[in-house]
């Protein structure tokens, strides 16, 4: 009978063992998420985006196919897809690039194209500013409202107002030269001219008035930029969003091992991502958004290197149209566990040197990697794939230069996206050394309170106003589509953003379960 009561006693414990154990690796909540399937091996995400480099007020973003709006924060990545949106007492900047669009109060735009030929941007309401600062071959920017289309392909300032019930369409030239194209034709406007068109007139109809300037107007040059006089187009492309801020920052040096080298200048207690948080952006996964207002593109693109105990950015060679990436870093520990220490689960990274090579988890397209790596590593054709499409095992058992300069915080304040410098941890360097290194992404999923981007997919509704050149024979020069959103759609999380890599293994989180097990050793009143 004894024994039976024994053997009943150990199936039951080794029932509740798995239970236990969960409870016991778990103290600390994971979002459950729904992945979406494996993304394409030959996918890649934007090569282009936008920053908001400027929040006066109330300024609010919505991404792509979504219906909820969110605060937009500095320095968050602007892509294809996201709209933005003033209050009646906010303005708002974005920098792409070289352009920077100015949001007056009221006003809503969405971001509906980036590539390297045109941006094209729909404004539905209110008033923006536009300085283009250069202009390429077969390059122009193209605002659709309402009414039609404006156009504008050399550098200039333009003004333009969507008009509305209380208004009408305002294009404005302060320097440059735009064409407006509607339904009824189109309109040239040159630098000092304002085309004003009432919303049942053709654009022939448009009345021609000299340009004024107003408050806005004089907002948006307060907050303009002089690229002549800066350091950093001699060193990195125009096309790199970001660039404009460094000046003002830090200093450029050439180094004998590096080339050119940015230096910021900042305490002693500064280091790369480190003043900022992340955030879960559908595209890439986890994205660092950097506190400076220069923060930028040191974040996105180059490496990082500690000369004479300072960190320097270093750009690698010149790159016309260099790759955004979202963090390039590197990470410690298990996938989807991090590191553990005596404070519980923390979450590691530290930012790749020169030379190292980025490899990001959101795409195994071997062109779109070795373009991201360009410039930074030496030569990246010798940068390849394993037969299951994996990188090589070797590229992780390297050493890493900035290894023991990893940043450790909690993973709670990972995963909710909450400041990370006044959260950080400090542990024993063999444990920074011994961590197995995870490229590009930890495997963890945001917390529920974590925002989540939904994935970009086109709307499904277009509104397309055909334009046509004044004197030719109805000859076509593009069609303007306004984008109309359609339903939300469910919210995934990518399965290459979570999923553990080949090189790391199976996630192998410490479980510790200790049973104290009470018996007797002979009859009643006797002690074990």
């Known amino acids: 009978m004894r024994l039976f009561i024994r053997i ?20 600390e909540p994971v979002q459950s998420v729904e992945a979406s399937a494996p993304l394409p091996p030959d996918w890649s995400p934007p090569n282009r985006v936008g920053r908001v480099s400027l929040v006066s007020g109330n300024l609010n973003l ?7 709006w969110a605060d937009a924060e500095l320095n968050q990545p602007i892509f294809a897809g996201e709209a933005l949106r003033t209050d009646s007492r906010a303005r708002g900047e974005i920098r792409i690039g070289a352009k920077t669009i100015d949001l007056s109060n009221g006003s809503e735009i969405e971001i509906a194209s980036l590539l390297d030929g045109v941006t094209q941007i729909l404004l539905s309401r209110g008033r923006i500013g536009l300085r283009l600062r250069e202009a390429g071959e077969n390059e122009a920017v193209e605002i659709d409202v309402p009414q039609g289309a404006v156009w504008l392909q050399v550098p200039g300032t333009y003004d333009i107002a969507a008009g509305d019930g209380e208004g009408p369409l305002r294009v404005g030239v302060l320097g440059g030269r735009a064409q407006y194209a509607g339904a009824g ?6 630098a000092g001219q304002v085309a004003v068109l009432s919303g049942s007139e053709t654009a022939d109809a448009a009345s021609i008035e000299p340009v004024a300037a107003d408050d806005f107007v004089a907002w948006c040059r307060d907050r303009d930029n002089d ?21 003002g920052a830090g200093v450029w040096k050439i180094n004998a091992q590096y080339g050119p080298v940015w230096f910021p ?18 595209l890439w996964g986890w994205t660092w958004l950097d506190d400076q207002a220069w923060g930028f593109a040191p974040s996105h693109y180059g490496r990082w290197a500690l000369i004479d105990d300072h960190w320097a950015w270093v750009p690698g060679n010149y790159v016309a149209r260099p790759l955004y990436a979202p963090a390039v870093v590197a990470f410690l520990g298990t996938p989807g566990v991090g590191l553990s220490s005596a404070e519980g689960a923390t979450v590691a990274w530290f930012p790749l040197a020169p030379g190292e090579a980025y490899w990001p988890s959101y795409s195994r397209d071997l062109d779109y990697v070795r373009s991201l790596n360009f410039g930074t590593v030496q030569n990246v054709a010798a ?38 410098a006044p959260t950080r941890l400090s542990l024993p360097e063999k444990r920074l050394l011994d961590a197995p290194v995870l490229m590009a992404s930890p495997q963890i999923a945001p917390a529920s309170t974590q925002r989540v981007a939904r994935s970009a997919n086109p709307p499904g509704i277009h509104a397309a106003v055909q334009l046509f050149r004044k004197g030719g024979a109805n000859k076509a020069v593009r069609t303007a589509s306004i984008q109309l959103r359609g339903r939300a759609q469910t919210t995934v999380l990518r399965g290459a953003h979570l999923r553990a890599p ?27």
């Open 383 to 420: 940068i390849g794939v394993r037969a299951d499409g994996e990188p090589p095992l070797e590229t992780f058992n390297e050493d890493f230069a900035n290894r023991l300069f990893a940043t450790v915080i909690p993973r709670l304040v990972f995963t909710n996206g909450r400041q990370v």
């Open 227 to 247: 690229d002549t006089h800066l350091a950093a187009p001699y060193y990195i492309s125009r096309y790199m969003t970001g660039y404009d801020e460094l000046d």
């Open 185 to 190: 034709g189109d309109r040239r406007i040159e």
């Open 265 to 282: 200048t900042q305490s002693e207690d500064w280091a790369p991502y480190r003043f900022g948080h992340w955030s879960w952006i559908a």
């Open 8 to 27: 009943c006693c150990i199936a039951m414990v080794a029932g509740l063992l798995p239970t236990i154990a969960q409870e016991l690796t778990q103290a």
């Open 62 to 68: 919505q991404v792509s196919s979504g219906t909820a």
């Open 502 to 528: 080949a090189y790391a293994g199976q996630p192998r989180g410490r479980q510790m379960v200790v049973l104290r097990v009470a018996h007797s050793h002979g009859g009643p009143g006797k002690k074990g």
